[in-house]
């Protein structure tokens, strides 16, 4: 779709470079995720076979395939034409057929108004800066038909600002000692990209046409969001 030239262009790779082939490649080990826990989460945000489901910065597709095995169909969104032929590959080695990917961003999808029941992004709005994070929760909500639930993971600063320098130290810290991330990959982080603060996350959240249901903070640098369409 044809866009002013003011509009951000979000397919562009923000830090990280989740392009890069070794990152894909490596990455599943190095998040060390569990499939039930998505499928623990799918459960809780009430997911039925007739479901439309959309997962945005779906990395290698884990937690779009864990969807798709019970949902009619999967949006699975990222900008990293890598990252979606990996979510393909595993869908593939799932047999599942019901997985549409789009190499697309928050702002650039397209998916009809109203079509899906429950969107998902994990560890991606924060390759936004906070604006347009905003216009794309509203993106969104519009995708959302109503009484739709999103369900946002990301990493957020839950602190005043003057606190940034202790929970970014201590993030580093326990990055290094329990995930396979080292300090430069947590700086780029921090430094690079655009995680903000918890009490902006919540008020965009709100601001773009969402009930915030619950929000539970770990580490004073994790967010969940559970959300639906007001
Ligand atoms: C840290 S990974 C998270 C992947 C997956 N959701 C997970 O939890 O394992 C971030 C993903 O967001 C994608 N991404 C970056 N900028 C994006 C944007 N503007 N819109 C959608 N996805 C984006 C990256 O390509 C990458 O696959």
Redesign the pocket.
């Known amino acids: 779709m044809e866009q002013p030239d003011w509009y951000y262009v979000?397919l562009k790779?923000?830090g990280?470079d989740?392009?890069d082939p070794a990152e894909v490649e490596s990455?599943d080990e190095r998040?060390a995720?569990d499939p039930q826990e998505d499928r623990a989460l799918l459960a809780r945000l009430g997911i039925e076979h007739f479901h439309v489901v959309a997962?945005?910065?779906?990395?290698?597709g884990?937690?779009a395939c864990e969807a798709a095995q019970i949902a009619k169909r999967v949006h699975a969104?990222?900008?990293?034409a890598e990252?979606l032929a990996k979510s393909l590959r595993r869908a593939k080695g799932m047999g599942l057929g019901n997985l549409a990917t789009q190499q697309a961003?928050?702002?650039s999808y397209e998916i009809p108004d109203n079509s899906v029941d429950i969107i998902t992004?994990?560890?991606?709005l924060h390759?936004?800066p906070d604006l347009w994070k905003g216009v794309a929760l509203a993106r969104l909500q519009r995708t959302l038909r109503p009484g739709g639930k999103l369900f946002l993971r990301d990493v957020v600063f839950e602190c005043d600002p003057t606190e940034v320098p202790a929970v970014a130290e201590s993030w580093i810290g326990w990055m290094g000692a329990n995930t396979g991330y080292d300090r430069a990959e947590v700086a780029t982080h921090i430094r690079d990209e655009h995680s903000t603060y918890s009490w902006i996350m919540a008020g965009l959240i709100e601001r773009a046409g969402f009930r915030l249901l619950q929000a539970d903070y770990s580490m004073r640098i994790y967010a969940d969001y559970f959300a639906e369409k007001a």
């Open positions: 979000d790779q923000v990280i989740f392009a990455y998040q995720d997962d945005f910065g779906c990395g290698t884990m937690l969104v990222d900008i990293s990252m961003g928050f702002l992004s994990k560890f991606a390759h936004l």
